[in-house]
């Protein structure tokens, strides 16, 4: 029962407060994010790498089913929320966690598919041409992973994706070990001292510079999983760049429940494989929820999967607008409505769990993830 206790804690870990009244702004909430701590770490086999990447996954499990799915226990949690680190020169490893709730004192306050297009009625994407767009911030931090897919800049060294752009559930995808990233930037100009053959009324010519991975980090509720059943509400992955990438980055941030959303309304981009070299924009509303998914219908395509799903709201402590990072864009889904086959495209929430875990894995220290 003490156990159960806890992960009803663990799950309900926000303080679901929002202001109200004629001067209200979409203010990010209050929560108690739990401690997620390392307990145990295992060397494990070298993988092969033999998986196909894929850029989209794909789920008959919509809303209604992970809704009547049971919560699991507190032992699946945790075992869920351990998580496998790959390094550059093919090692692997295995830790285990455990799972804490903290109150509010000491030193802790510092711290099947008919189509595939996924694309509803008119396509409402953006392609983001210039670089005065392109290299400033929010567009700036998205990235192209070699395997195809998107990612999205979430500290200095630092880059948040799907776990399917790596990991197939079952194995490591082709090209997983030497994995990069790429960042848009404009090509350098030809011609000598200077001269300037860019056509002025054209986009400026683009291109990706390249750094590779150090580690990545998947968690096992990905890779124990699969993408019809529970895996997909663990479709995120961490990956750590050899080096700083020297932009601005986006913070990520525990979801708030739609209703909360400014507009109830999402916003990401990335690197959809039908419009090559171009970063896409889009956001639309959030037709429904679970604690771990969010279903809306944005269009997109493969190659945008692993795209930060952000919003803008108030930050009150801070008496500012910010961005945060709330989900990222996994794929697609046919979801059986009362008889009626509908699709969506589906996006995996950052909860207070995940929030604790892929801090950690940003920050190394516990004090530095107590807030979301």
Known sequence: MARLSTLILLLCAAKDVMPSGPHWKPTWPSYRVPVILPQSTLNLDKPQ??????????????????????????EEVKNYLSYETLYANGSLTETEVGIYILSNTGDESRGKSRTKR???GYDSRFSIFGKDF????????????????????????????????????????KGAQKLRVGFLKPKV?????????????????MKFQWIRVKRTHVPKGWIKGNANDIGMDYDYALLELKKPHKRKFMKIGVSPPARH?????????????????NLVYRFCDVKDETYD?????????????????YVRMWKRQNHKWERKIIG?????????????????????????????QICYWIKGNYLDCREG
Not at 49 to 74: I, M, N, Q, W
């Open 293 to 309: 998914l969010l279903y809306q219908q944005c269009d997109a395509q493969p190659g945008a999967s692993g795209s930060g799903v």
């Open 118 to 120: 996924q694309i509803y």
């Open 134 to 173: 392109l290299l400033n911030y929010p567009f700036s931090t998205s990235v192209k992973l070699s395997t195809g897919c998107t990612g999205t800049l979430v500290a200095e060294k630092h880059v948040l994706t799907a776990a399917h752009c790596i990991h197939d559930g079952k194995s490591y995808v």
């Open 49 to 74: 790498f033999d998986a196909e990447a894929r850029l989209e996954v794909a789920s008959p499990c919509g809303p209604a089913c992970h809704k009547s799915s049971p919560l699991p226990t507190y």
């Open 328 to 356: 990222i864009f996994s794929g697609h889904q046919w979801v059986d409505m009362n008889g009626t086959p509908q699709d969506f495209n589906v996006a995996v929430r950052i909860t207070p769990l995940k929030y604790a």
């Open 189 to 205: 100009k030809n011609g000598s001292k200077g001269t300037n053959v860019t056509n002025s009324a054209m986009p400026e010519k």
């Open 261 to 277: 959303l400014p507009g109830g309304r999402i916003h990401f981009s990335g690197y959809d494989n039908d419009r090559p070299g």
